[in-house]
């Protein structure tokens, strides 16, 4: 792929080209992000549609201090919250069979599969129970691999409340996950 600023610089001189290969740099990542964070995949698509148009209306704003994937990442952010509010529900559970695909194969182990899928499942549920911005910040932190301060960019708080927030949420997840394990569960 060529460099992200001249796509960039390409993009906003009228070549639509350009701007095909930003999406298609992006496009994987960000999916995976809306989904983790709505859980439905017609909301994901519809969602991700939305954030490139306002990427290719906005792309004149993008101030090239700061990296490209932490600007596109704030407005999926904040696509993400404004479609939540305007269907005013939380998202449902998360399709496990779409990520289990994640998970190495386990084909000649099915009692083993079954057993991976289940604690999966409880882990994601659990993920899924913090609140929104901890659950955010530690999606950003721990399977996006942004730096605090890139995760504070986006979430629009300074890099001491994200590295809080990714705190408070490995605390709060192992708390319930100690609590899991005192009564059998996990």
Known sequence: MLDESILISNTLNGDIQSFALLVQAYQGQ???????MTKSKEDT???????????YNNLYKYNNNYRFSTWI???TLNTIKSSIKKRNTRASSYYL????EEIPS????PELLIEVKEHYREIIEVIDSLKEKQKTAFILR???DFSYKEIGKIM????????????RAKSSLAQKIADMGRKGDL
Request: no cysteine.
């Open 30 to 36: 960000l999916y995976n992000f809306i989904y983790k």
């Open 45 to 55: 698509e519809d969602i991700l549609q939305d954030v490139f148009v306002k990427v």
């Open 73 to 75: 990442y704030s407005i």
């Open 97 to 100: 069979d779409d990520l289990i």
């Open 106 to 109: 386990l084909e000649n182990n």
């Open 142 to 144: 721990y399977i996006k």
């Open 156 to 167: 629009g708080i300074s890099q001491d409340a994200a590295k809080m927030k990714v705190h």
